[in-house]
């Protein structure tokens, strides 16, 4: 298995807080991707990394921001949580062939 | 647009053969994946598909046809554990190294 954990893996809050959500690889890898997951939704690509301090936006990165200062570590920060983003969000990795995406365990949001 | 269809849900049997299908409308792109993902769990990583043709990894198979625009992940001897959603997924040729998901097929594997 890929060495990709996620933190924290639950979390409550109240809308209007910040909440930062980090992704670490022990892989090297340099691609990273954050997504979230929604009944009905499947796989939202919100933002990804194709290396150090190098990022880009996905389908719904509105109100999300990410930092990646280090391979291993990629934060996906949500400036005021607002109830739609209450969800499921995956860490991905990409394979060493750079054609297939491991994922961590996830991180279960909730926003009251 | 860039899209990955597949069923919303497919029933079957324990031990029984089943299925799934992902057409596409794409460009051009690297390979096809299939993921498996348990309620509650994270999608793991099961075949790819560089090639047209069948790959087998064990009781799974994934196979593609470019020309067709087509790609089907083809589960034997099912068991009551394989009962989960099956996400295919391309990485376009386009540079970006966006994945592009399907809407994924929940499987349900009835005793």
């Known amino acids: 298995d890929a060495g990709i954990t996620q933190s924290p893996r639950h979390k409550v809050t109240e809308t209007g807080t910040p909440v930062t959500l980090r992704c670490h690889q022990t892989?090297?890898?340099?691609?990273m991707y954050w997504y979230r997951q929604d009944p009905g939704h499947g796989l939202r690509l919100i933002h990804y990394?194709?290396?150090?301090?190098?990022?880009d936006k996905g389908e719904v990165s509105d109100g999300y921001s990410v930092s990646r200062s280090k391979t291993e570590d990629f934060l996906l920060t949500l400036e005021s949580a607002t109830s739609s983003q209450t969800s499921v969000y995956f860490c991905?990795?990409?394979?060493?062939?750079?054609?297939?995406?491991?994922f961590g365990p996830g991180t279960r949001l909730l926003v009251l | 647009g860039q899209s990955l269809e597949q069923p919303s849900e497919v029933t079957a049997v324990e031990g029984a053969i089943v299925q799934i299908n992902c057409t596409y409308q794409?460009?051009?792109?690297?390979?096809l994946s299939w993921y498996q993902q348990h309620d509650g769990g994270a999608p793991t990583f099961l075949s790819y598909?560089?090639?047209?043709g069948l790959e087998e990894t064990g009781r799974f198979s994934s196979f593609l046809s470019r020309s067709d625009s087509y790609g089907y992940l083809l589960l034997q001897e099912l068991q009551m554990k394989d009962s989960a959603s099956y996400f295919c997924?391309?990485?376009?040729?386009?540079?970006?190294?966006?994945?592009?998901f399907g809407t994924g097929t929940r499987l349900k594997v009835l005793a």
């Open positions: 991905a990795i990409s394979g060493r062939d750079g054609e297939t995406q491991y």
């Open positions: 892989e090297n890898h340099r691609y």
């Open positions: 990394s194709y290396g150090v301090k190098d990022t």
């Open positions: 794409t460009s051009g792109f690297y390979g």
């Open positions: 598909n560089a090639l047209d």
């Open positions: 997924a391309v990485l376009p040729l386009s540079g970006t190294y966006k994945y592009i």
